[in-house]
């Protein structure tokens, strides 16, 4: 089997294998867990629930993120807050605002819109690629990390870790021919798909239902989100 037919296996069945086994598993995680149902009102509301799903949102993403010594989430780990903000930036910016992903999406839906400069988003991803390993040797020697670290989490970081480095590599054309790396690059994104639905990484989808459930919650028994 030739370097082409490899690439051609990896951007084709594979591809299209990983992705709909990727859509269909979040689907059915997301499913099993609305099923579960919603717990009902059995005392008058104190608050507005959909004042507390507002103001959650709006903290967990503007407010939060940008104003450190909130709940003094800088001060207890500066490390773990700059590194895992930066890593989630960069991930946004390379997979949402990075030409070549938005081309992908067209293809699939026929959906474009507006990217970022090649520079910028290859900062992006430096940066990224950066954030990542100093997280990993910080998972590695922080006695708490190190303790509830396992490894699915181990796993998780090397299955992210790989397709940032390898898009990475083929960009800049290192380590091989372009063939050869964008083979590397498109096999580690279709095993990083079918991974997330079977993982924790799936989170970057319960994420908006959990915050949204917690700021209903708080919104209904009338306290500060």
Not at 48 to 65: D, E, N, R
Not at 74 to 85: A, C, D
Not at 144 to 151: E, T
Not at 183 to 190: E, P, Q
Request: net charge positive; hydrophobic share 55%; aromatic share 16%.
């Amino acid at each position: 089997m030739n370097q082409q037919t490899v690439l051609e296996f990896a951007r084709g069945p594979f591809f299209y294998f990983a992705l709909l086994f990727m859509l269909f598993g979040l689907a059915y995680r997301l499913f099993s867990v609305i099923s579960l149902g919603w717990s009902k009102n059995r005392v008058p509301n104190k608050g507005s629930q959909a004042k507390g799903v507002f103001m959650t949102f709006l903290k967990g993403v503007l407010i939060w993120p940008f104003i450190p010594w909130v709940k003094n989430t800088f001060t207890r780990n500066p490390l773990i807050y700059i590194g895992g903000g930066l890593f989630h930036l960069s991930l946004f910016v390379v997979i949402i605002l990075g030409t070549p992903h938005m081309l992908v999406t067209k293809s699939l839906v026929g959906v474009q819109w507006a990217t970022l400069p090649l520079p910028i988003v290859d900062f992006m991803a430096a940066t990224g690629i950066i954030a990542m390993l100093i997280l990993l040797v910080n998972r590695m020697i922080h006695p708490v990390m190190k303790l509830i670290s396992g490894p699915a989490e181990y796993l998780a970081w090397l299955f992210v870790f790989l397709p940032m480095i390898t898009g990475y590599m083929m960009t800049h054309h290192i380590g091989g021919s372009y063939e050869s790396l964008f083979t590397r690059h498109m096999i580690t994104v279709d095993v990083l798909m079918i991974w997330i639905p079977l993982s924790r990484l799936s989170h970057f989808v319960f994420y908006f239902f959990s915050r949204a459930i917690h700021g209903q919650e708080f919104g209904k028994r009338g306290v500060a989100v």
